[in-house]
């Protein structure tokens, strides 16, 4: 065996692995349940309207679930996004979150298998994306 051969090995096997940090994170991860109670509870906290979430099992590989809610004003949008993003990420959650460099009228914070939308009203009654889903959106335009 070379030189290079062993060195790979040794490092693929190593307990400190990538690999094995990511199983661990997997592991210590709540359930997709539970981090759907968690982000309802950050929201209705954080005065999140018309809070909405639509179950996706079963209707689509995209998500499990779908969390769609409106902020009052654009900062309330780009607030509560931005702040259930850092929250998340305190717990070792990964997310991505979309719509920062935008005007705050609409982000999205992608779990993978939650994801959350967080609307100013008038663009959630304008796209009506709860409607997507069989859903009324009770946004009134």
């Known amino acids: 065996?070379?030189?290079?051969?062993?060195?790979?090995?040794?490092?693929?096997?190593?307990?400190?692995?990538?690999?094995?940090?990511?199983?661990?994170?997997?592991?210590?991860?709540?359930?997709?349940?539970?981090?759907?109670?968690?982000?309802?509870?950050f929201l209705d906290d954080g005065k999140a309207q018309d809070v909405l979430s639509i179950d996706l099992k079963g209707k689509t590989s995209l998500a499990d679930y779908l969390v769609v809610a409106s902020g009052s004003s654009t900062r309330q949008v780009n607030a509560l996004a931005v702040t259930l993003a850092e929250k998340l990420k305190e717990k070792h959650i990964s997310c991505r979150i979309e719509?920062?460099?935008?005007?705050g009228e609409w982000m999205i914070i992608d779990l993978g298998d939650i994801i959350v939308h967080?609307?100013?009203p008038q663009t959630?009654?304008?796209?009506?994306?709860?409607?997507?889903?069989?859903i009324k959106t009770p946004v009134k335009k």
């Open 118 to 120: 967080i609307f100013h």
């Open 1 to 41: 065996m070379t030189r290079a051969t062993t060195q790979t090995l040794k490092k693929t096997t190593s307990p400190k692995s990538s690999t094995s940090k990511r199983a661990a994170s997997v592991q210590n991860r709540p359930s997709v349940e539970d981090l759907l109670a968690f982000i309802l509870k």
């Open 124 to 134: 959630r009654a304008f796209y009506e994306i709860e409607e997507l889903w069989g």
């Open 99 to 103: 719509g920062k460099q935008g005007t």
